[in-house]
């Protein structure tokens, strides 16, 4: 693999290699967990936890109205959507394109 395209979506991230095909499409939600500060879901699973969690938990959307609001979370967010889409260290020399949202 030589290219990869991440677009940072408010509402899902999309990853995709070189050749347009998708990797990952998910939604841009975390579950947090308030008790030990890490997350437990990323995605679809943590969106399908959306208003079903216990008070430790709560699921965020670090980005919103196309701004990154959660920095750390955001960060996290796409380290573990790459990480999902790809295993071992296929990424090493790999060109990438990310892609976030902007104000007007």
Known sequence: ???LGIDLG???TLICDDNSRILLNEPSVV???HKTGEI???GLEARRMLG???EH???VMPLRDGVINHFD???EMLRLFIR???DGPRLLGTRLVICVPIWP
């Open 40 to 42: 437990e879901a990323i």
């Open 10 to 12: 408010t509402i899902n």
């Open 73 to 75: 979370l955001t960060r």
């Open 57 to 59: 938990l709560e699921v």
């Open 52 to 54: 079903r969690t216990p």
């Open 84 to 86: 999902k889409a790809f």
């Open 1 to 3: 693999m030589t290219g």
């Open 31 to 33: 579950t947090l967990n």
